[in-house]
C-alpha cells in the first residue's frame, strides 16, 4: 500500500534545509504563530524522507520522565517502559516537541546532551547512556510571540539548533494552499486569503494572535460544505480570534464588506 504524501507548500526553501539538516544530524528549531504550517512540514518532511516520526504536543506538565520513561509496578515485578524520546534515539525517529517552551525546564536539561556532538540521551533512572540511531533527529517548534518573553527559550538553548522562521505566506501561495486543501473555489478562496491580510494589518485591533492559515483553512472547509460565505467566516475566522465584542463587531463588518 502506498500511503500519499501529506499536502504541504514549500515557502522558503524549507525542504532544503531540512534535507541538509538531517544529513549533518542536527536538531532544527521551527519558530512562528499556531496555524503557520510547522506540524504540517515536519508531517510532510517524515514522509519524505521515510522517517518514522512521533510527536509530542508539550504543555506545563511535560515532565522529562514523560519524555524519557519511567518504572511501572507490573504484578511482582517492577519493568522500565521507555518514553516517547528514548524510543526514538534507540529506533532511529524523527522526536517533534511541539511548542517546546510550554515544557517543564528539566525537559529541555533532558534533550542537552542529544542537541551536540554527543547525540547521546542519559537515563538517569538506569544509569544509562544511549547513543542516539544515525536517522535519529530532533525537531521543536515554539511561538515567539504568544510566549511574550513569559516562556522564552534561553539563547544557550536556542544556539543549539539550526533554526527557520514560519510566518504567512504569500497571497497566490495561500490562496493554492486554500483550494488543494479543501477544493474550494479559487474565487473564494481568494477573497478569504484577502481578508486574512486586511486583517494582520490591523494592528490597531491588538490581537494577540491574528488570522493564521489554519483559519483560513478552517472557513473555507465550512464554506464548501455548504455554510453562507460571511457566516463561516464569522464563526472560523473572527470569533477564535477575540472575545471583546467591539473588536468582534470590527472585524465581521469588515468580513461582510470582503466577501
Ligand atoms: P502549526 O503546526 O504551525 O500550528 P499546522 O501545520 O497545524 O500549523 O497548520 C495548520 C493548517 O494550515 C494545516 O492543517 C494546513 O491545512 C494549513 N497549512 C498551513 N501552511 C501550509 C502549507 N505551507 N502547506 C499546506 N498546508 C498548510
Redesign the pocket.
Known amino acids: 500500500m502506498v500511503i500519499e504524501a501529506p ?5 522558503h526553501q524549507e525542504s532544503e534545509v531540512f534535507l541538509q539538516t538531517f544529513q549533518n544530524r542536527m536538531p532544527l528549531l521551527l519558530k ?10 515536519v508531517e510532510y518532511m517524515a514522509h519524505t524522507t521515510g522517517q518514522k516520526l512521533i510527536t509530542i504536543s508539550c504543555h506545563e506538565e511535560t515532565s522529562s520522565t514523560d519524555l524519557i520513561g519511567r518504572f511501572i509496578i507490573k504484578g511482582a515485578e517492577t519493568v522500565w517502559i521507555d518514553g516517547p524520546l528514548t524510543t526514538a534515539v534507540r529506533e532511529g525517529a524523527i522526536l517533534y516537541l ?1 511548542e517546546v517552551a510550554e515544557a517543564r525546564p528539566d525537559v529541555i536539561v533532558a534533550i542537552h546532551s542529544l542537541t551536540d556532538h554527543r547525540r547521546e540521551l542519559f537515563i538517569d533512572k538506569l544509569g544509562e547512556t544511549v547513543k542516539a540511531h544515525e536517522n535519529f533527529m530532533l525537531i521543536a ?1 515554539f511561538n515567539p510571540g504568544y510566549q511574550r518573553g513569559f516562556k522564552e527559550l534561553k539563547p544557550s538553548t536556542r544556539q543549539r539548533f539550526v533554526a527557520l522562521s ?1 510566518g504567512y ?1 504569500t497571497a497566490k ?1 495561500e490562496t493554492e ?1 486554500l483550494v ?2 479543501t477544493g474550494v473555489e479559487q474565487d473564494i478562496a481568494k477573497k478569504l486569503v484577502a481578508i486574512g491580510g486586511k486583517i494582520r494589518n490591523l494592528t490597531e485591533l491588538g490581537l494577540t494572535e491574528t488570522v ?3 483559519l483560513l ?1 478552517d472557513a473555507a472547509k465550512l464554506i464548501n460544505s455548504g455554510l453562507p460565505k460571511r457566516l463561516a467566516c464569522h464563526v472560523a475566522i473572527v470569533e477564535p480570534l477575540s472575545d471583546d465584542a467591539q473588536t468582534i463587531e470590527s472585524m465581521k463588518d469588515l468580513v461582510d464588506l470582503m466577501i
Open positions: 499536502y504541504y507548500h514549500q515557502t512562528g504563530p499556531t496555524g503557520s504550517g510547522k506540524s504540517r512540514f511541539d517548534s514560519f505566506p501561495i494552499i488543494n486543501e493564521s492559515t489554519r483553512v
